[in-house]
């Protein structure tokens, strides 16, 4: 079993910038491919940033290429992204996942969630 537990989250003006954390416990973190999900109010659930087992490859959505940056350190079983150039149409609960390849990430069909974190971001 994995738990994932985000943090990070918060108030932030447009502009700012925010680094939000996934820590995750158990044993496979270092084989799981990791994700940043997020929903904003009234709106489906959507994917953001993912980044490989290795690192070597990271996938950014395309409202969010350019601003926002995911890394892993695999030592400390953490994930993170930094979002940069924060807009107010970035305000949603954002979800850390994680699964088992980028292919089940990109499918919509992480195995694991995290409970989320609020990031809101005031014009």
């Known amino acids: 079993q994995v738990q994932l537990v985000e943090s990070g989250g918060g108030l932030v003006e447009a502009g700012g910038s925010l680094r939000l954390s996934c820590a995750a416990s158990g044993r496979i973190f270092s084989r799981s491919a990791m994700a940043w999900f997020r929903q904003a109010p009234g709106k489906e659930r959507e994917f953001v940033s993912a980044?490989?087992?290795?690192?070597?490859?990271?996938n950014h959505a395309d409202s969010v290429k350019g601003r926002f940056t995911i890394s892993r350190d695999n030592a400390k079983n953490t994930v993170y992204l930094q979002m940069n150039s924060l807009k107010p149409e970035d305000t949603a609960v954002y979800y850390c996942?994680?699964?088992?390849?980028?292919?089940?990430?990109?499918?919509?069909?992480?195995?694991?969630w995290g409970q989320g974190t609020q990031v809101t971001v005031s014009s």
């Open positions: 996942a994680a699964a088992s390849s980028l292919f089940q990430i990109e499918s919509g069909s992480p195995d694991y």
């Open positions: 980044i490989s087992r290795s690192t070597n490859i990271a």
